[in-house]
């Protein structure tokens, strides 16, 4: 009976344990995320060249449609 009695918490632990770790199992098991079968598009390479033309249309339009060129903006940022 004294075995028993000395047994009686570390079971009780140990059930406890297992309950927390069956539970956190069956909650990640439920939780998985779906992976989009399209991500491949978004992690392809670059290319390793660029069309510098299509390089000068955006800097062409950045000065076109911008009140403030990014340079400019910055050191305006960096008075304040």
Same mark, same amino acid.
């Given at each position: 009976m004294d075995i028993i009695k000395k047994a009686t918490i570390p079971l009780m632990m140990l059930?406890?344990? &297992?309950? &927390?770790? &069956?539970?956190? #199992?069956? #909650? #990640?098991?439920?939780?998985?995320?779906?992976?989009?079968?399209q991500a491949d598009s978004y992690v392809s390479q670059l290319q390793k060249t660029f069309d510098l033309e299509e390089l000068e249309n955006v800097s062409r339009r950045t000065r076109d449609h911008f009140p403030v060129l990014p340079e400019v903006f910055f050191t305006l940022v960096g008075r304040d």
């Open positions: 059930l406890g344990l &297992v309950v &927390v770790w &069956v539970g956190l #199992y069956i #909650y #990640y098991e439920s939780s998985q995320v779906e992976i989009n079968p």
